[in-house]
Antibody, heavy 121, light 109 residues
Framework: EVRLVQSGAEVKKSGESLKISCSVS????????IGWVRQVPGKGLEWMAM????????NYSPSFQGHVIVSADKSANSASLQWGSLEASDTAIYFC??????????????WGQGTLVTVSS | QSVLTQPPSVSGAPGQRLTISCTGS?????????FHWYQHLPGGAPKLLIY???NRPSGVPARFSASRSGTSASLAITGLQADDEGDYYC?????????FGGGTKVTVL
C-alpha cells in the first residue's frame, strides 16, 4: 500500500525557520516525484514545488520560488519542505503528494494527511 | 501564469445531477496535457477522483464522470449524496508547472 505520512503540526513565530517532512512507503521512493501543495485556511489548493528524489532536481511555482526549499533524502525515503524565515501569511495546511506521469497525464495519485503550520506575528 | 478557472460554488438537492466546469487559459491545458479532478472533503486530504480527463481510479463510484472539450473540462456528479459535500478541484500541467483550479464548493441542499 502506498503511504505518505507527514510530520506533525507546527506553531512558529515570524522570522523562525521550519522544516516539515513527508515519509513514503509502499513503492520505490526514487521512482516518482513528490509535490508540495498549500491550502491557506478558507482558500483553495496551490501547487508550490516539486522534487525528483532520484536526482533531487526541483521545480518551483513562481509564487513560492525563493521562499521555500524542497529536498529529498533517499536513505530515509523522505521529502522535506523548508522555510528560512517564516511569515504570518505562511499559515496554512501543507500537503505532500506523489506525482504520477503517464504520457501527457501528470496527476497526484496519493496524498499525505497534511501538516498544519501556524505562524504568529 | 497559466490559470484554471472554476465556479466558486454549486449546489443541488440529493439525487440531482451537478456539473462543475474548468476552463484553462493556456493552450497546453487539454490540448497537450490532460485534466484531472480531486475531491477534498472537510478535514481530510485531497483524493484523486478522475485522471486523464475521464478515467476513474478503482473505488471511485460511477456517479462521478468527467470529460474534456478543447482547453476546458467538466466534472459531473449524478445521484448527489450528502457525503459528496466538499470542495472539488481540477488540475493540469502547462509544460513547466502544475496548476490547480480555484476549487468549487459543492453544497447538498
Amino acid at each position: 500500500e502506498v503511504r505518505l505520512v507527514q510530520s506533525g503540526a507546527e506553531v512558529k513565530k515570524s522570522g523562525e525557520s521550519l522544516k516539515i517532512s513527508c515519509s513514503v512507503s509502499g513503492y520505490g521512493f526514487t521512482s516518482y516525484r513528490i509535490g508540495w501543495v498549500r491550502q491557506v485556511p478558507g482558500k483553495g489548493l496551490e501547487w508550490m514545488a516539486m522534487i525528483s528524489p532520484s536526482d533531487s532536481d526541483s521545480n518551483y511555482s513562481p509564487s513560492f520560488q525563493g521562499h521555500v526549499i524542497v529536498s529529498a533524502d533517499k536513505s530515509a525515503n523522505s521529502a522535506s519542505l523548508q522555510w528560512g524565515s517564516l511569515e504570518a501569511s505562511d499559515t496554512a495546511i501543507y500537503f505532500c503528494a506523489r506525482l504520477r506521469i503517464v504520457g501527457n497525464r501528470h496527476y497526484f495519485d496519493s496524498w499525505g494527511q497534511g501538516t498544519l503550520v501556524t505562524v504568529s506575528s | 501564469q497559466s490559470v484554471l478557472t472554476q465556479p466558486p460554488s454549486v449546489s443541488g438537492a440529493p439525487g440531482q445531477r451537478l456539473t462543475i466546469s474548468c476552463t484553462g487559459s493556456s493552450s497546453s491545458f487539454g490540448a497537450v496535457y490532460d485534466f484531472h479532478w480531486y475531491q477534498h472533503l472537510p478535514g481530510g486530504a485531497p483524493k484523486l477522483l478522475i485522471y486523464g480527463n475521464s478515467n476513474r481510479p478503482s473505488g471511485v463510484p460511477a456517479r462521478f464522470s468527467a470529460s474534456r472539450s478543447g482547453t476546458s473540462a467538466s466534472l459531473a456528479i449524478t445521484g448527489l449524496q450528502a457525503d459528496d459535500e466538499g470542495d472539488y478541484y481540477c488540475q493540469s500541467y502547462d509544460g513547466s508547472h502544475w496548476v490547480f483550479g480555484g476549487g468549487t464548493k459543492v453544497t447538498v441542499l
